[in-house]
């Protein structure tokens, strides 16, 4: 899975960047001119992988990754800057994006329309996304309308969907906000629309300011203002978390007592971009290997198998599932065989999250 991170000229998402993915990419007070994005991989902490671990003692404990793609070139103007459009091309494959909003004050680093004021920030990305989408489709519907004069045939349901997308951007309403069959899905992802991806915010809240009013009252406007709109809220501390994320591990946990703090803002960073996503984790385990993936809610069980080797789904007989919490309550698989507990599940089933999977195929 690949998640894209935007938003203003320092707002911290590189600073954001390198704590989810642990890297070191070059963060600075001043515009770089840099035209790549930095791409990173993150493991999806899950504790429950480290309990399966311990209990089976595999050769290999794999966790399921997400990977971040630091994107440049978002500013007032988008929609009108050829340059800036050319670091977006790495959007095509992102299913979701982290917009980062900047809440911290510090004069060495200016803000590029002044002063901080986050609800402003967020209103204007969001307005170049939008205006951004409406210049990819009003350039498409110019080209359809001149097919139209020459007498050729055009794909009027494409053009009445485009329309209707149209319509709703002048509205200021994100594509996200809206809803569409499967067949316009597709339609749509040949498009490479920025305002119609789910959208996580984050409020990258100054040291200094983690508990203060202020925080909670822009936390309360932002989650008023993106109701309805496939978005949602997390508020972090993006440069503590570069330093929690660059401690050797051992010293994390004693880091984190000292501030008071139960867990990495970025957990649920990722909790929270997995529930936007309706994503949910499922395990294997054995004496070679415990893993854990990751699948769409909803997912039936011979395509969740998929995701391990395309065989399974093919050839899928049955799955043998046990949910982690019966298992752990058991103590042992055995144990939890004699109580009943693994189950034999169909082509049907729908996997359930923290279910650990056994998949029985033939092919
Ligand atoms: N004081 C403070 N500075 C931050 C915070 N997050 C980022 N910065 C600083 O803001 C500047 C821009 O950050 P960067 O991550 O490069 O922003 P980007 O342009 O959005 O990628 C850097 O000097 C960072 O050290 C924060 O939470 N607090
Ligand atoms: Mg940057």
Not at 241 to 247: C, D, G, T, Y
Not at 325 to 354: F, H, P, Q
């Given at each position: 899975?690949k998640?894209?991170i935007?938003?203003?000229?320092?707002?911290?998402?590189?600073t954001?960047?390198?704590?989810?993915?642990?890297?070191?990419?070059?963060?600075?007070?001043?515009?770089?001119g840099k035209?790549?994005?930095?791409?990173?991989?993150?493991?999806?902490?899950?504790?429950?992988?480290?309990?399966?671990?311990?209990?089976?003692?595999?050769?290999?404990?794999?966790?399921?990754?997400v990977?971040?793609?630091?994107?440049?070139?978002?500013?007032?103007?988008?929609?009108?800057?050829?340059?800036?459009?050319?670091?977006?091309?790495?959007?095509?494959?992102?299913?979701?994006?982290?917009?980062?909003?900047?809440?911290?004050?510090?004069?060495?680093?200016?803000?590029?329309?002044?002063n901080?004021?986050?609800?402003?920030?967020?209103?204007?990305?969001?307005?170049?996304?939008?205006?951004?989408?409406?210049?990819?489709?009003?350039?498409?519907?110019?080209?359809?309308?001149?097919?139209?004069?020459?007498?050729?045939?055009?794909p009027?349901?494409?053009?009445?969907?485009?329309?209707?997308?149209?319509?709703?951007?002048?509205?200021?309403?994100?594509?996200?906000?809206?809803?569409?069959?499967?067949?316009?899905?597709k339609?749509?992802?040949?498009?490479?629309?920025?305002s119609?991806?789910?959208?996580?915010?984050?409020?990258?809240?100054?040291?200094?300011?983690?508990?203060?009013?202020?925080?909670?009252?822009?936390?309360?406007?932002?989650?008023k203002?993106?109701?309805?709109?496939?978005?949602?809220?997390?508020?972090?501390?993006?440069?503590?978390?570069?330093?929690?994320?660059?401690?050797?591990?051992?010293?994390?946990?004693?880091?984190?007592?000292?501030?008071?703090?139960?867990?990495?803002a970025?957990?649920?960073?990722?909790?929270?971009?997995?529930?936007?996503?309706?994503?949910?984790?499922?395990?294997?385990?054995?004496?070679?290997?415990?893993?854990?993936?990751?699948i769409?809610?909803?997912?039936?069980?011979?395509?969740?198998?998929?995701?391990?080797?395309?065989?399974?789904?093919?050839?899928?007989?049955?799955?043998?599932?046990?949910a982690?919490?019966?298992?752990?309550?058991?103590?042992?698989?055995a144990?939890?065989?004699?109580?009943?507990?693994?189950?034999?599940?169909?082509?049907?089933?729908?996997?359930?999250?923290?279910?650990?999977?056994?998949f029985?195929?033939?092919?």
């Amino acid at each position: 899975m690949k998640i894209g991170i935007i938003g203003l000229p320092k707002s911290g998402k590189t600073t954001i960047f390198n704590s989810l993915t642990r890297q070191n990419a070059a963060v600075s007070s001043f515009a770089t001119g840099k035209t790549g994005p930095n791409i990173g991989i993150a493991k999806v902490p899950d504790p429950r992988v480290g309990v399966l671990s311990d209990m089976f003692k595999p050769k290999k404990t794999t966790y399921s990754t997400v990977e971040y793609i630091d994107m440049v070139g978002f500013s007032v103007g988008l929609s009108k800057d050829a340059d800036a459009q050319k670091g977006l091309a790495p959007i095509k494959d992102v299913e979701a994006m982290i917009h980062v909003v900047r809440c911290f004050e510090d004069e060495s680093v200016p803000h590029s329309l002044g002063n901080v004021d986050p609800l402003r920030d967020i209103q204007t990305l969001e307005l170049e996304l939008i205006l951004y989408d409406h210049s990819l489709i009003e350039k498409r519907l110019e080209k359809l309308d001149a097919q139209t004069k020459k007498g050729q045939k055009i794909p009027e349901d494409e053009k009445a969907l485009l329309l209707r997308c149209m319509e709703a951007l002048e509205k200021e309403t994100p594509l996200r906000a809206l809803n569409f069959s499967e067949e316009e899905d597709k339609v749509m992802r040949a498009y490479q629309f920025l305002s119609i991806r789910p959208e996580l915010i984050i409020l990258n809240i100054g040291e200094g300011d983690l508990v203060s009013d202020r925080v909670k009252v822009w936390s309360e406007k932002a989650d008023k203002m993106s109701e309805g709109k496939e978005i949602a809220i997390v508020s972090l501390c993006g440069k503590i978390e570069m330093e929690i994320s660059q401690l050797d591990p051992s010293e994390t946990s004693e880091f984190l007592k000292e501030l008071n703090i139960d867990e990495p803002a970025l957990n649920r960073v990722i909790r929270a971009s997995f529930d936007l996503l309706g994503i949910i984790p499922f395990f294997t385990v054995g004496e070679d290997e415990v893993r854990s993936w990751i699948i769409r809610k909803g997912m039936p069980a011979p395509k969740a198998g998929g995701k391990i080797h395309s065989d399974i789904e093919r050839g899928f007989i049955r799955a043998e599932v046990i949910a982690y919490n019966d298992l752990i309550s058991s103590g042992t698989m055995a144990r939890a065989r004699e109580k009943g507990l693994v189950r034999l599940e169909g082509k049907t089933y729908i996997m359930k999250d923290g279910d650990i999977a056994e998949f029985r195929f033939n092919v």
